[in-house]
């Protein structure tokens, strides 16, 4: 098995190595009748690669998507949704000893391992491009909730030791510096700290934020495919993803319930809470309140130092890597965050379609 | 949909009320050939009611699981081995206003927004007792992986301020303390701090850390059935936690690449990590290293202080619950860490055979 | 993977042994709401066992069905619903060299050949009684699509040379002779057959029909999962069939395509065929007209006659097999056909609400 | 739901219209070390146009098939290999009154009941273009059940009354003339069968053989997933077939269990049937024997007499369909029956590799 679809009714499977010939995917049960074209998903796909030229892989790719099927004057047909997006620099390149070589941090010695060899090409299947098809199916996905009134946004919200202050947070910002943080002066700082980390060839963990309004109580199933189950496997499946926290995460370890419960009570004839420590699950079902997601991501291990490592006939080896990488992973992954959230609630919000008689 | 399965090729379905006839689960796919009986699964079983009575719920059921299909002359036969475990403790009980009102902290609103009604005895199919189905089906998987070498240990490494000193880590003392906790010292602590919180009519949340050992490289799926994407579903899916962490977790965010990064090298001939800051999974698959996972418990949300809440006609009410109820909740929810690890290893350990041509 | 649940959302799986403690099945994703109680569902179970005491096995089981989750208050409540039929009439057997020795036309040789050893007591997983799970599953399935205005019945069409006259098809007659056919002077003539058969110590083939009516158009799923495909999978998953047809079946090879298709026509402003060759399936989506199906069951191949055959060890022996065994399968597996359509069909209708985007 | 992937560990995924951008499938979950490039797939594609100019559609498409990713230096890398036919032949063109009016014998009402409109271009997703995605797909299988020594083939047994004669079985013919029949003198009397009903307008059914062998005893599980369930789901998920039918298929219903049991013997140290009955398939696992299948296609609802039907806004209007269809499908449905068995076995084998412990 090699494990590239997920979803239940809304499924989507991706495709293509970092140097084939393209990556894409295949949406399968997207319901008909959602508007649709390249331009939308093509405004998700250039997220992947923010404005910030000093700090993100200079790799010129277009990275444009092409619709092959399931859209039909304008609108989803309800048929498979095929989506591609070439590869268009690829060069004959020396990939010199990453043919051989294990890369510490990333995934070559497993592949081999699993497999008995690998496509070492770029990372092959491995490599964060992977990624653009699940952003272009996630696209497909979010178009879905926002015509049923769910909205998810996303954002950088710690790089390394600077985080971002709730105080300062501004919506407009996130488009608005090179890594998607919510806050100038945050934004200024982490700016500083990667260009001292180049110099050092070295790299930093970051953190993505990632928050749904508009949802409806009810979602998600009570067992195995709980709301935050499935987020858990969505957001854990993209590379560098190391943990996953839904509402207070890791901080409820020190809370007390009689803080941690968030009271009911009636507004507008509506039932809703004062406070969101659940993240809005309970039980694994959407309680109303919006869903808040962060995931932390280990720092790019793709760093410019001589490291000690091991090849495939079993010698130890120096390794240095050159090439171009990002020392953050954060700023071009939190749209991938809000993708796979956004595949996620669509699967999971069809489903709850079958849970009762009438 | 209910989601009631987890897992591929190695499936189990659980079913099951707190308050109904009984509870129990259908593991379909188990490999034939496996020594079975139903002592073995007790033991797992027994583990969710650790001996410390002063803290956990001291309902007497038995929770006596019976083999009901599967296992013939001793071994599994590779056809579904249904369990079962009878509710003996039920008895006609006055839920009082808990059909109606809605509990902080619980699934309650969601199932009726949900399903429209819910059976609200004892919380439903939302209760902890529903995890029963699953140890006794993750207690199968784990026979299954120990005759492959691999073993998985649990325990409660932080039960609200109070966490185990690793320095003082002695397997022996899991089994020793009424708190599942490595460390007797901390277990000392821990029991002073939650007399307090139960005078107080509190209660507090915790942390358990599970390690998977023996565990071979080239297990997990490239895509989305990373082992860690799996293990984020598998561990999420329990009621309560809101963070699941992978090897460093959310200190990645903090680190560098040339910390995080674990070198390889070469020991006995075989390719080994210097460290283990990935928790034994890169790129989502096995690495060969110790599989680390770390999940936060929230506290638990009945406690017996008078609550604010909502009921089902809309109006805002008083709520006092009454009962037994733990004041935390990792002790008895280590077990069911670690089952739900052994469901979702065992399941990508199989599939890894079908990856390869020969 | 063993393979024992069927469905997407509306999920059946089933368990248990001829000789074993029971069987029983668990329906997870049945909607919310219907009505349901172990009488009803017993009403299927019983037909499994038709009035015949010449012709039909007479081992005293009383096949009582037990739910023992997901039922409150007489209503489903959308979580699963566990079902357990108990083996009552077990009782400590000489299998003398059924354990060894491979039945000809039965499954013996292939458990062996996939795992190694079998559990031989009464065929164990591959019994008939296996059906037992799924025609107290299919119960439940039927009950939400009456609910739905959908009706399915089944009878037997032929058994050996005898075929009903759809001249004298009478709906009554079906739970009237102990054949399920609805023509009494077929029955009167297949009593005579099978008395001659068993004489000779021999058994014979048979035929069953199975009708939907009140299906919308619609429903079935365009490519893998067309509805025919679904019922395709689902009635040849009863063991012993060995052809299914949909519409005209094998007819169409002989026909020509202007006698073929079915005259589409408004009647009382609703799009009707004049005809319906095409069993109510079209492109594998309901059409709205009635779907027919038929399944053709080969003989019973436990027969009393010396066979021919090989054990374990690899030798050529001769085999008599013992005890009773009704010399057609049709009559008791008409209902098997009966509540897997209605699986397959609940499934698919429920799936059909997350088609569109409204 | 689309139901657009097929399989559970070795799984194919199609998409694409008759008249969109392409046809394409990603197939997930091919074990890595294959040998596979484009020219192999071409063979299997190229078979769904047999050389019979003046029998079927002349549209001059190369369907020319690329291999966008999980192929690496000639051989399968273990991740999805994504497969795609670009639609080189479209012209803006005028659909007329298809837009808008049913087509008797066709899907056009399925889809519109199904999601309120539909791509009407040459049949849109239901076109037998559909199969191109499902024949590259399946040629991947093909290739790993070569390296396991198990050999597909296919013919066309009948076409409306010419049926082949066993006696003169040839398998060179099968490629040698436009109906892919295995008997030269059927093939001639279908050409002039076929001439006659062209000038009549109208079509006819035709029936396919699919046999199988050199498979090995212990593939399939033994209830819903067997063998035979399985198949049973993938050629019926073929457009157009109204009949599956194993070993002796419906001749079952007037045999005799004398007759239809196949006896075991032991030839050359291995467990051998005398007969082959049961078409290589008992209680839904392969027996060792070859595996015999037969599908039954009905007439090519495209004809050129003008018919009744009704329209999108119901009413009852003549139908004249024009254009270019073949009379018969079956001939170019051959290679489609053998590539759906290919993927449907790929994926049991590989999924028999998970049921025994060691």
């Not at 890369?103 to 090409?121: E, S, T």
């Not at 928050?211 to 709980?226: C, L, N, Q, S």
């Not at 490291?307 to 006939?313: A, G, P, R, S, Y």
């Amino acid at each position: 098995m090699a494990g590239s679809g997920i979803g239940t009714v809304f499924r989507a499977t991706t495709w293509g190595e970092s140097h084939g010939a393209g990556l894409g995917a295949v949406v399968d049960g997207c319901p008909a009748g959602i508007p649709m074209d390249e331009e939308y998903i093509q405004t998700f796909l250039d997220r992947r690669k923010p404005g910030g030229r000093a700090f993100s892989t200079p790799r010129k790719e277009d990275d444009r998507v092409r619709i092959l099927s399931g859209v039909f004057e304008g609108k989803t047909t309800g048929t498979p949704i095929s989506l591609m997006i070439e590869n268009t620099s690829q060069r004959s390149q020396d990939y010199g000893n990453l043919a051989t070589t294990y890369r510490p941090g990333h995934a070559d010695f497993g592949f081999d391992a699993k497999y008995g060899f690998r496509d070492y090409r770029g990372g092959g299947r491995s490599s964060g491009r992977e990624t653009a098809g699940r952003v272009a199916a996630g696209a497909i996905a979010a178009k879905f909730l926002e015509m049923q009134g769910i909205h998810i946004s996303s954002w950088v919200s710690a790089i390394g030791p600077v985080k971002c202050d709730p105080e300062r947070f501004d919506t407009d910002e996130i488009m608005n510096n090179a890594f998607c943080m919510p806050d100038a002066a945050a934004a200024a700082e982490a700016e500083i700290y990667l260009r001292k980390l180049m110099e050092e060839k070295d790299s930093t963990g970051s953190e993505v934020t990632c928050v749904v309004t508009g949802m409806p109580a009810g979602v998600g199933e009570p067992v195995f495919d709980k709301l935050d189950a499935r987020l858990g496997q969505a957001i854990f499946s993209i590379g560098a993803v190391k943990a996953v926290e839904i509402g207070d995460g890791t901080g409820v370890v020190k809370a007390r319930g009689s803080e941690n419960n968030d009271p009911f009570r009636i507004q507008n004839g509506r039932v809703v809470k004062s406070s969101n420590h659940s993240g809005g699950i309970l039980g694994g079902i959407s309680d109303g309140g919006d869903i808040l997601i962060r995931a932390s991501f280990k720092p790019t291990p793709s760093i410019f130092r001589e490291q000690q490592t091991v090849n495939k006939d079993g010698e130890e080896v120096e390794l240095s890597i050159k090439g171009r990488h990002d020392p953050v992973i954060g700023p071009r992954a939190a749209v991938v965050v809000e993708t796979m959230t956004a595949l996620t609630i669509a699967d999971l919000l069809l489903l709850q379609r079958t849970n009762r008689w009438e």
